[in-house]
Nanobody, 127 residues
Framework: QVQLVESGGGLVQAGGSLKLSCAASGGTFSRHGMGWFRRAPGKEREFVAA????????YYLDSVKGRFTISRDNVKNTVYLQMSNLKPEDTAVYYC????????????????????WGQGTQVTVSS
């Protein structure tokens, strides 16, 4: 069983930056693909980014490419999402999730299956 705890959310002005963290415990972190998802008010949850076991492969939602960077530290059992040039449409609750498979394509990264989820952290971008 993997437990995930996100942190780093907050209120930021458009054009600003935030770095989200997700600390994992209770499992073999380095043997899980890790993903970030978000849910905006009134919308479905959507995939944002994912990273392979070693961190060598990353995948992104088209609208965040060039602005967001996912990374991981397998010693600290933590995955990060560096978000820059934030836009009001990035406002959402952001969740990290753990996938027992090792993603090798964007489709697989998006679909998982993601077995474990954090509780989420709110990101609000003001215009």
């Amino acid at each position: 069983q993997v437990q995930l705890v996100e942190s780093g959310g907050g209120l930021v002005q458009a054009g600003g930056s935030l770095k989200l963290s997700c600390a994992a415990s209770g499992g073999t972190f380095s043997r899980h693909g890790m993903g970030w998802f978000r849910r905006a008010p009134g919308k479905e949850r959507e995939f944002v980014a994912a990273i392979s076991w070693s961190g060598g492969r990353t995948y992104y939602l088209d609208s965040v490419k060039g602005r967001f960077t996912i990374s991981r530290d397998n010693v600290k059992n933590t995955v990060y999402l560096q978000m820059s040039n934030l836009k009001p449409e990035d406002t959402a609750v952001y969740y990290c999730a753990a996938d027992r498979t090792n993603p090798v394509s964007t489709a697989q990264a998006m679909g998982g299956p993601y077995d474990y989820w954090g509780q989420g952290t709110q990101v609000t971008v003001s215009s």
